[in-house]
């Protein structure tokens, strides 16, 4: 048993191989950014990219054991 207590509100952000997901828990949305191209993260790549926003999505809910 973890002495952790899931979120269900807040911020989390992943990154892997120059892409960063941010996803907010309270809303469910989220933001995908491709950080090699796009550094001050202008370009918002989540709804034209779900396959690589699922990925990283699967890595937040698998490090913070969240529900899906």
């Known amino acids: 048993s973890s002495r952790f207590v899931k979120p269900n509100d ?4 992943v990154m892997q191989d120059g892409w960063k997901l941010v996803r907010y828990l ?4 989220e933001e995908l950014y491709h ?6 993260e202008d370009h ?5 990219n ?3 926003a ?7 809910y698998a490090r913070f054991k969240l529900g899906k």
């Open 54 to 60: 699922k990925q990283l999505r699967e890595l937040i």
């Open 44 to 48: 918002d790549l989540a709804s034209s």
């Open 50 to 52: 779900p396959e690589k």
């Open 35 to 40: 950080l090699a191209t796009d550094p001050k």
């Open 26 to 29: 309270d809303t469910g949305t």
């Open 10 to 13: 807040g911020t989390f952000a």
